[in-house]
């Protein structure tokens, strides 16, 4: 069963939804999470692995792709910042 987009209840994204000319970075290749789904997840306030895990109800297999998340959350601006990532302003 191929993984919806979190709280989005679909498996492909909408047309308009985050475009970009690149693909998709998979970020967890046990469960297919990718990193438009954690921004997905972030812009819905989730701010831990584990609540994107649980939005996308399942649980981490391997958990190599766990420090990869932190990371991502880390460097993502803080509510109320600029979008984009902060490491960038650096």
Do not use: H, K
Request: glycine share 10%; proline share 10%; with cysteine.
């Amino acid at each position: 069963m191929p993984l919806s987009y979190i709280g989005v209840g679909r498996s492909e994204p909408p047309a308009d939804d985050m475009p970009s000319t690149r693909a998709p970075l998979i970020i967890c290749l046990c469960r297919g999470i990718t990193d438009r789904d954690i921004a997905r997840a972030m812009a819905r306030g989730l701010r831990s692995p584990g609540a994107v895990f649980a939005a996308a109800d399942c649980r981490p297999q391997c958990g190599s792709c766990v420090a990869m998340m932190r990371g991502m959350m880390a460097a993502a601006p803080a509510e109320g910042d600029e979008p984009g990532f902060a490491a960038a302003a650096e």
